[in-house]
């Protein structure tokens, strides 16, 4: 089991994922990268988190950081 992070409009999708240091800005690019069975943990952004998540993956699981209550919000999609 990996452990990713993400942190809206701190992190950066050209990051590893792997601490909150070299955390990533979307869900969408944890999604795209995380295995099964991954933990993904997500801190609060300064604004939602606008993306349509797919989670397809068997045991993928996300999880707001202590502390945090990230949004997300999925009404902008294609």
Excluded: C, F
């Amino acid at each position: 089991m990996t452990t990713y992070y993400v942190h809206k409009g701190v992190g950066s999708d050209s990051n590893t994922g792997l601490s909150w240091a070299a955390a990533w800005s979307s869900l969408g690019k944890a999604q795209a990268v995380a295995g099964t069975n991954a933990t993904i943990y997500v801190r609060a952004g300064a604004t939602p988190y606008y993306e349509q998540l797919r989670i397809n993956k068997a045991g993928q699981a996300y999880v707001a950081d202590t502390g945090h209550l990230p949004i997300i919000d999925g009404k902008y999609h294609d």
